[in-house]
């Protein structure tokens, strides 16, 4: 028996729209001002009907892919890509190398300096 998309599709927006309502209703028991212990089992639904809503939306999310159909790529298209790709390859490359270049100017200045230091702690001005 082949699945039915598009009837799970409408069945998980009837199912997301019933759980908007019951959030709103929740939302709405909670700014009647309850009582603390109802307060408490009322905050514990609304936890729980917004985690199943979260849930819902990846199921929709999963169903719309379910029905997307990839064909084949342009050659044009893959050539196109593969230039891309080396182009941010190379500029990930040369961030590298730059980046090393920076810090190994830092380590010789700073060691630089420090020998500068050194040196000038054992001489006097006469």
Known sequence: MPIDITRLQAE??????????????LN??????????????????????QGDKIHLQLVRA???????IVGEMDPAVVARLDILAARLDQAIQN??????GFDLIKVTLSAAEELSDLTSAHTTQG
């Open 12 to 25: 998980n927006q009837k199912s997301l729209e019933a759980l908007d309502n019951s959030i709103a209703r």
């Open 62 to 68: 999963h169903l719309g892919a379910a029905g997307t």
């Open 95 to 100: 961030d590298f190398l730059v980046s090393a």
């Open 28 to 49: 709405d028991l909670m700014d009647d001002g309850l009582p603390l212990s109802e307060a408490i089992a009322v905050n514990a639904q609304l936890s729980r009907a």
